[in-house]
């Protein structure tokens, strides 16, 4: 368990001494890239640019609770939200889909970088997604799924050691709210690796909806490690007389400590089956809801 003052101390010192000029963080709204503008921000002030881009890969009121919660250290917003999908259109491989994001938010942040003469960039890598991505198991967007070229004069990541629980200590002994300390993970390619093959905007509203009705049934209720809805493919159902090609949800919610392991959670079947009925009768596009029992491994948590 790490000591947070230390680490606290240690991480400010290390950002003055390795970010010597302006440095941009990417803000994501979860708690790893939250602690890091505030580490920033204690390290080197108004150097600091804090950046969040709404890939249209959000889920549902996200990008305005970011707005809100970060009014007060002059967040920059941008929409890519058109560049991400006409970026992913036609592609299915997971894999290929992770590196388009990955390669887009690169290129956004090094726009904003030379917009603003930006020569450092803090990301907020956590020591799982360090080591998955050298073991090859996945390329996370903000690791190995990075272009080689990037036009920074430095990458800093200072939270790169810290497992999942270390990061939330962290954010409470920095007086983060609690929306952000206890905020459940969610992927930097959003949306993207919930929808099974190539991403549109239908099944991105699909899933969306889908997400949001599964948070409200399950967060506060059972405090899953995380939670979410994935959307797969389409299956027959039936609609009235009329058999109908509807979309297939999974419901997906585990326990873990650092996601590098994780177990399905055994959730009531009552709680389940009201889920089912919301998302049916909520989207009525979806004609069948599944859920996820598989633990990591040999699963991973997220779809894709
Ligand atoms: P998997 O699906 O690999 O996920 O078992 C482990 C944890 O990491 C999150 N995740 C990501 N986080 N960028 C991130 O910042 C990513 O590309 C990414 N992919 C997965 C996932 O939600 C889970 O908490």
């Known amino acids: 368990m790490v000591n947070t003052e230390i680490f606290i101390k240690n991480a400010v010192e290390r950002i003055k001494r390795e970010a010597s000029g302006k440095t941009l963080v990417a803000l994501s709204g979860g708690v790893d890239s939250s602690i890091c503008v505030v580490l920033a921000h204690k390290a080197i002030g108004k150097l600091l640019v804090p950046v969040y881009i709404d ?59 030379r917009k603003r003469d930006i020569r450092y960039l803090i990301q907020g890598t956590i020591y799982p997604d360090r080591i998955e991505s050298e073991g090859g198991i996945k390329s996370h967007h903000n690791v190995g799924g990075l272009p080689t070229n990037i036009d920074f004069d430095k990458i800093i990541e200072p939270i790169d050691e810290l497992y999942k629980d270390e990061v939330r200590d962290v954010a409470r002994a920095l007086k983060l709210p609690p929306e952000i300390s206890e905020r459940m993970p969610f992927p930097g390619p959003g949306l993207a690796v919930r929808i099974i093959g190539e991403v549109t905007e239908e099944k991105l509203e ?11 049934e399950l967060l506060e209720k059972y405090e899953p490690w995380q939670t979410f809805a994935a959307l797969l493919e389409k299956g027959t159902g039936v609609k009235g007389d009329t058999r109908v090609h509807g979309w297939i949800i999974a419901v997906r919610a585990v326990t873990s400590r650092d996601a590098m392991t994780a177990n399905a959670m055994q959730l009531p079947w009552s709680t389940l089956q009201k889920i089912e009925a919301r998302i049916t009768q909520e989207i009525p596009t979806v004609t069948r809801v599944l859920y996820d029992l598989t633990p990591k491994p040999p699963a991973t948590i997220e779809f894709e």
């Open 55 to 113: 890939t249209g890969l959000m889920r549902e009121g996200e990008t305005e609770r970011i707005k809100e919660t970060f009014k007060h250290v002059n967040l920059q917003v941008i929409n890519g939200k058109d560049r991400f999908l006409q970026a992913l259109k036609g592609t299915t491989d997971p894999e290929e889909k992770r590196k388009i994001v990955g390669e887009i938010f690169i290129r956004i942040f090094e726009e904003e970088a």
């Open 206 to 216: 699909v899933v969306r909806k889908a997400n949001a009705i599964v948070e409200e």
